[in-house]
């Protein structure tokens, strides 16, 4: 048992410094776009990892600032006026997400078809790599973290690709490039074969290169501030401290704040509850996580982060992933992640800020091609296009709008789907000359009852019809009356009918006088 612990900790450990690097411009980023104080993405990053990773049940899930809460918390801040107003509305929030973990609100994560949880994961990887193609050539106008199509500078993510090549930083491009192959090369078998290579992250490699490669080079060609992991640096222990702030309790009747505080405690659940369900499917163990219990963790760390001054977090896919690719295997690297983020920031910032943004867009850029392999679309492929076509329209609609937008119509379409599917194969007929065979193959409802009387229309008179309703266990009432003023004008064409298993047992009961009429079908 100890050699296991062991074994794990130090792979957490290590993951833990990789999660870490990931997280650190993305919080920056999320910050900025969302027009809040740049230490407000880390304190967020820092209360995601630590007090989110301890009250949380999931393993591998990594809490902290998301984008997919930018244009709520800019919205929010711009109406507020005040920073300090806003962050009593994210504490409201997070009563309000504990409160939804009490009443079981986490049961809405069971409701996700799994084909479209694979097609949010596939579609987050693509817009990692769109997104950081940008950053590796040293085009760095858009902030770290976007994940929407529509970007802040004017451009979109494709229109930002096509002016990649009018605006190249060859130095930025180098180390890109440098650092990609690394990431690719630590995946080769050569490399896996030597234990002591293989026991090093290769994100840490890369970022470590990327940094070293950009000290060597002749000064006048290294990369600029602008182009660098860009924390905040404080002279001294007081100053440091003045980052964090508090929330201006005398807001508490306003109603913008509480309006403001519903709408981040939805959006901020939801999209957790989401990534729950994704980080799930990527855990190699498959474990469960218990999504209440992460309600409840998401809210203590929305109150806390709040209450020292930072943005909301939620759980986030991205570095989620980054852990599990890292190596992680239990919530002492989410913990470990957050502990960094809270010790570089106070004592090490000006090491930071030697970090390109290039090396740490080829570690993303690596990230997003094992969420978005060929061969998940290969397999989702062979399932069959009631698993694929939700698949790839969800990939489809997060790509070309945001998250949320994207998980909604791609949940209708695998919905629409399921009742496309079982609308065409609730209900079959065989006919063998003058006998004819009517199944009800599964459940049937009001919207079968076109396709039942399609059937019965062209049976001819002489016929003998057995409708089998046995393995349908609901009825509805419109199918039921459908078969029984069938059966009645039968009988005046000629039509022989005999059923079995259409009974009045199989509806669902409703006090009115058609429903508890007597007539019984095949009793």
Known sequence: MKKNLSHYLKNDLLAGVVVFLVALPLCLGVALASGAPLFSGIIAGIVGGIVVGLISGSSLGVSGPAAGLTVIVLGAIQGLKQYEAFLLAVVLAGVFQVLLSILKAGAIANYFPSSVIKGMLAAIGIIIILKQFPHAFGIDKDYEGDMGFEQPDGENTFTELLNIFGFINETALLIGIVCLGILILWDQKLIKKIKWLNSIPASLVCVVMGVLLNQVLPTEIQLGSEHLVQL???????????????????SIANPIVWQTAVVLAVIASLETLLCVEATDKLDPDKRITPVNQELLAQGAGNIISGLIGGIPVTQVVVRSSANIQAGGKTKVATIFHGV??????????????????????????????????????????????????????????????????????????????????????????????????????????????????????????????????????????DIFITIQDFMEGARKKGIKV?????????????????IVSKTVIGE
């Not at 002279?235 to 005398?250: G, H, I, L």
């Not at 079959?428 to 199944?439: A, G, P, Q």
């Open 232 to 250: 905040p640096v404080s002279e001294n222990f007081n100053q440091f401290v003045n980052f964090f702030t508090t929330p201006q309790w005398t």
């Open 498 to 514: 005999e059923t079995k298993g259409i009974t009045r047992r199989k509806l669902n009961y409703r006090k009115s006088n058609a």
């Open 340 to 477: 960094l983020l809270l010790v570089c920031a106070a004592f090490l910032p000006m090491l930071l800020n030697k970090i390109p943004l290039a090396a740490l867009a080829a570690v993303l850029i690596m990230v997003g091609y094992k969420l978005a392999k060929p061969e998940l679309f290969k397999q989702m492929y062979r399932e069959g296009p009631d698993q694929f076509v939700p698949f790839l329209v969800t990939i489809i609609a997060i790509v070309f709008t945001d998250l949320l937008k994207g998980i909604g119509i791609g949940l209708v379409v695998g919905i629409g789907y399921v009742i496309y599917t079982n609308f065409r194969s609730s209900i079959s007929s065989v006919r063998d000359k003058d006998v004819v065979l009517i199944k009800l193959n599964k459940d049937v409802f009001f919207y079968n009852r076109g396709k039942l009387l399609g059937i019965l229309s062209e049976l001819n008179s002489d016929d003998t019809v057995f409708i089998d309703g046995t393995l349908a266990s609901f009825i509805d009432y």
